[in-house]
């Protein structure tokens, strides 16, 4: 894997909001099927025990919570300024880092919010994470060529942090 670049993280988080851009779009589109489903005469409850109309209006409201955060989440994203990391800066917020175990190099992208969102960048999986993460606490001021040992489901993993950008 070699040391990815500044424009190969613009890359990554042009790539990032677009992923955030779909899921916020599929909410909204979620929000309006609920509201209708919410609002049909036909939902209207047909004796002191059908909840229809009740459990209509939860999922309207939840999906409409979503939209709002995914909205939130990407205004964030399109805000974040992208730092150098470069000259041995400790990782932080905007960071782009390359960790290498012997489930091989995997690549994260230290951001506001929205984590969990993988995109692929030259055959390098970036998964979005955020500083509160578990991982995001361990990456969080270390420098490249750290080692440290990463929680993968039961095992623990010796890792390097081989790339900081």
């Not at 409409?64 to 400790?90: G, I, K, Q």
């Not at 932080?92 to 230290?110: I, K, R």
């Not at 995109?119 to 509160?132: D, F, K, N, Q």
């Amino acid at each position: 894997m070699r040391t990815p670049t500044f424009a190969d993280k613009q890359r990554i988080v042009e790539r990032i909001i677009a992923a955030l851009r779909e899921e916020w779009e599929g909410f909204k589109r979620a929000a309006k099927a609920a509201q209708a489903a919410a609002t049909d005469p036909d939902s209207k409850a047909e004796n002191k025990y059908d909840t229809r109309n009740l459990e209509a209006s939860y999922l309207a409201r939840g999906v409409a919570f979503r939209v709002a955060e995914t909205e939130a989440v990407l205004a964030e994203w399109e805000a974040m300024p992208l730092p150098d990391f470069s000259a041995m800066r400790p990782v932080g917020v905007g960071a782009l880092v390359v960790l290498e175990n012997e489930d091989g190099a995997l690549g994260y992208f230290l951001g506001p919010g929205g984590g969990g969102i993988s995109v692929v960048h030259e055959g390098l999986e970036v998964t979005a994470i955020t500083a509160s993460s578990p991982l995001g606490k361990q990456l969080m001021k270390r420098q490249e060529g750290a080692l440290f040992l990463m929680e993968s489901g039961p095992r623990r993993l010796r890792t390097t942090l081989v790339a900081v950008c």
